[in-house]
C-alpha cells in the first residue's frame, strides 16, 4: 500500500498567517492527490483533487502543487474559518490512503 | 441537490457483520463518472478510506481490511451497501458515505454524508 505522512501533526498559527503543510507519498503517486479539510464533528470537504487544481466554491487563498512524491498545501493568510484539520489523499493506487491528518491551531 | 445518507446499527457485537446503507438522492449511481465511497474515523483519529463502487460495479477495496468489506449497490433504490464482517472493538468509528467524482486523471469526494457513529461493543 501508498503511504501518506503529513508534517507536521499540528501547527499552530494566527491569523493572517502563511500556511504550509506537506504530504509525502511513499512512492510516486503522479498528481493522485486530493486534500480535504474537516471540522469537528463535521464530515470533510474537498478542498483540491489532481494537486493543483481548487475545487468550485473553495477560497483562492487555497493552493496545492507538487507532484510525484511531495506535495504541499498552502494557505495564503489564514482565516478564523480555517482552523481546522487537512488530510491529504491519494488515488493513484488500487487501494486509496489518507495521511494521518494535520491540525491548524490558534496561536 | 445532492444528498447522502447512512443508517445502520449504533451498536454491534464483537464477531457480528455489520451492514451500513447509504442512500443518495440529486445524483444516478449509473452515472459513468461518479461512485460512492466509504470512509470511516475512529474518535479523535485520522480518516480511513475503506471501499468504492462505481457505475460499471467496478469495486475497489482497502488491502488491509479487503477480506472483511464487501460493497455493493442497488440503482433502483438508490443505495450503496457495505458490509465488515467480524467486528471488533478497534471498528469503533464514524462511518461516512461520500460521493466519488472520477475521469482521466482527477477522482475527488465532493459530497458526503453526515457520518453515523458504530461502537462495537458486548
Known amino acids: 500500500d501508498i503511504q501518506m505522512t503529513q508534517s507536521p501533526s499540528t501547527l499552530s498559527a494566527s491569523v493572517g498567517d502563511r500556511v504550509t503543510i506537506t504530504c509525502r507519498a511513499s512512492?510516486?503517486?503522479?498528481?493522485?492527490l486530493a486534500w480535504y479539510q474537516q471540522k469537528p464533528g463535521k464530515a470533510p470537504k474537498l478542498l483540491i483533487y489532481?494537486?493543483?487544481s481548487l475545487e468550485s466554491g473553495v477560497p483562492s487563498r487555497f493552493s496545492g502543487s507538487g507532484s510525484g512524491t511531495d506535495f504541499t498545501l498552502t494557505i495564503s493568510s489564514l482565516q478564523p474559518d480555517d482552523f481546522a484539520t487537512y488530510y491529504c489523499?491519494?488515488?493513484?493506487?488500487?487501494?486509496?490512503?489518507f495521511g494521518q491528518g494535520t491540525k491548524v491551531e490558534i496561536k | 441537490q445532492v444528498t447522502l445518507k447512512e443508517s445502520g446499527p449504533v451498536l454491534v457485537k464483537p464477531t457480528e457483520t455489520l451492514t451500513l446503507t447509504c442512500t443518495v438522492s440529486?445524483?444516478?449511481?449509473?452515472?459513468?463518472?461518479?461512485?460512492v465511497s466509504w470512509i470511516r474515523q475512529p474518535p479523535g483519529k485520522a480518516l480511513e478510506w475503506l471501499a468504492h463502487?462505481?457505475?460499471?460495479?467496478?469495486?475497489y477495496y482497502s488491502s488491509s481490511l479487503k477480506s472483511r468489506l464487501t460493497i455493493s449497490k442497488d440503482n433502483s433504490k438508490s443505495q450503496v451497501v457495505l458490509t465488515m464482517t467480524n467486528m471488533d472493538p478497534v471498528d469503533t468509528a464514524t462511518y461516512y458515505c461520500?460521493?466519488?467524482?472520477?475521469?482521466?486523471?482527477?477522482?475527488?469526494?465532493?459530497?458526503w454524508g453526515q457520518g453515523t457513529l458504530v461502537t462495537v461493543s458486548s
Open positions: 512512492q510516486s503517486i503522479s498528481s493522485s
Open positions: 463502487i462505481f457505475s460499471n460495479d467496478a469495486k
Open positions: 489532481k494537486a493543483s
Open positions: 461520500a460521493r466519488t467524482i472520477r475521469w482521466p486523471g482527477v477522482e475527488g469526494l465532493d459530497y
Open positions: 489523499q491519494q488515488y493513484n493506487a488500487y487501494s486509496r490512503t
Open positions: 440529486g445524483f444516478p449511481l449509473n452515472n459513468a463518472r461518479m461512485g
